[in-house]
C-alpha cells in the first residue's frame, strides 16, 4: 500500500526522490487509530484529535519538496500534529525542531516518533512565537493555516532561507513561499489552494 501511495504522489507531481524515499521508510499507519490502517496510505486526510488532522500525503510531500530540504539543514516545523511531517523531514536528515500548541497531540507524537528512532526537538508551545533559542533556521515549515506570516519566525530564519506557508483565514489557504533575499527583502510565491486546520495562539510557558 505504501508504494502505491508514492506511485500515486509521483503522478500527481512529487519529483524529488528523496522525499518519495522518506514516505517509503516512514510507517504513516503509526500516527493513525489502528482502525484506519486499511486507509492509511490512501491519499485523505484522518482525524488525530483535538479538532486536528494528518494532512494529506500529497500535501506534506507537496509542502516537503517546496523546503529543498539538504541534509543536516535546521529546520523549524509549526504544528507538529500527529508527527508525520517531523518524521519525514527527520528522514530527510533535517535537524528538526517542532511545535505543537495541543498538549495531548504533542505527547502522542512525542511517543510515536521516539518509536520510530528519530531525534526532533520537540515542544509545547505557541508557534507564533517560534523557537528563538535555535534560530536561525534553514527554512521553516508552518502546517495549519496562519492568517498572516507572523513576524517571529520571518525573523528566525536565515539570509537565502524559505519559508512555506498556507495563508488565509477561513477553509482554504494559498500555499506560499518566503525567500528571505536580505533583511527586508523578500521573494514571495503562491502555489495554490489548499486546506488546512487553522493556526492559533497558545499561552503555554
Known amino acids: ?3 502505491k501511495l508514492i506511485t500515486e504522489l509521483r503522478e500527481k507531481g512529487i519529483e524529488q526522490d528523496k522525499v518519495l524515499e522518506a514516505f517509503d521508510e516512514v510507517p504513516r499507519h503509526y500516527f493513525l487509530d489502528e482502525v484506519f490502517n486499511h486507509q492509511a496510505y490512501s491519499n485523505i486526510a ?7 488532522t ?7 510531500a ?3 519538496e517546496l523546503l529543498n530540504v539538504e541534509r543536516g ?3 523549524l516545523e509549526i504544528g507538529t500534529g500527529s508527527g508525520f511531517q517531523t518524521s519525514i523531514l527527520s528522514a530527510l536528515g533535517a535537524r528538526v525542531v517542532t ?15 521516539h518509536r520510530l528512532g528519530f531525534t526532533p526537538k ?25 492568517p ?36 527586508n527583502e523578500w521573494d514571495v510565491k503562491e502555489y495554490g489552494d489548499f486546506s488546512f486546520v487553522p493556526m492559533l495562539k497558545n499561552t503555554a510557558r
Open 1 to 3: 500500500m505504501r508504494r
Open 46 to 52: 484522518f482525524q488525530i484529535g483535538a479538532g486536528q
Open 54 to 60: 494528518i494532512s494529506h500525503p500529497f500535501t506534506v
Open 62 to 64: 507537496f509542502q516537503t
Open 73 to 75: 539543514d535546521r529546520i
Open 99 to 113: 511545535i505543537e500548541r495541543q498538549r495531548e497531540l504533542f505527547l502522542n507524537a512525542k511517543r510515536i516518533i
Open 122 to 146: 520537540l515542544f509545547y508551545g505557541d508557534g507564533y512565537k517560534g523557537k528563538v533559542t535555535y534560530a536561525p533556521y534553514d527554512s521553516i515549515i508552518v502546517t495549519c493555516g496562519a
Open 148 to 183: 498572516f506570516l507572523p513576524e517571529d519566525l520571518k525573523k528566525q530564519v536565515k539570509i537565502g532561507g524559505r519559508i512555506v506557508i498556507p495563508i488565509g483565514k477561513g477553509d482554504q489557504q494559498i500555499m506560499t513561499t518566503f525567500d528571505r533575499i536580505d533583511e
